[in-house]
């Protein structure tokens, strides 16, 4: 299975900025695409931001000019930077993965769909 471990939640004061990551492992063969989700109590998951293997991104209205997702290939890695923070980031945040796992065939190439276990973000002074 894929497996997908996030980091760097925390707490922040309002204005600050936080810098999350989530990394991808097992047998991935290639990754299509990434993103960020994030769920508050009493509030159903959102989606934050997502990436494409090529690069195109997408950004819930309620973080354009403030998040900032990226990966690094290279690595099975994204990011999230969260800058001037609001107390309504407050959640916990969510990466999910999806591609298609390295099944050691040219013939088969099963796709993939992974979340990671989620990391709390708390923006409070």
């Known amino acids: 299975q894929v497996q997908l471990v996030e980091s760097g939640g925390g707490l922040v004061q309002p204005g600050g900025s936080l810098r999350l990551s989530c990394a991808a492992s097992?047998?991935?063969?290639?990754?299509?695409?990434m993103g960020w989700y994030r769920q508050a109590p009493g509030k159903q998951r959102e989606l934050v931001a997502t990436?494409?293997?090529?690069?195109?991104?997408n950004y819930a209205d309620s973080v354009k000019g403030r998040f900032t997702i990226s990966r690094d290939n290279a690595k099975n890695t994204m990011y999230l930077q969260m800058n001037s923070l609001k107390p309504e980031d407050t959640a916990v945040y969510s990466c999910?993965?999806?591609?298609?796992?390295?099944?050691?065939?040219?013939?088969?190439?099963?796709?993939?769909?992974?979340w990671g276990q989620g990391t709390q973000v708390t923006v409070s002074s």
């Open positions: 999910n993965v999806w591609g298609t796992y390295d099944s050691g065939s040219s013939l088969r190439r099963p796709d993939f769909d992974s």
């Open positions: 990436i494409t293997s090529g690069g195109s991104t």
């Open positions: 097992g047998r991935i063969r290639r990754i299509n695409g």
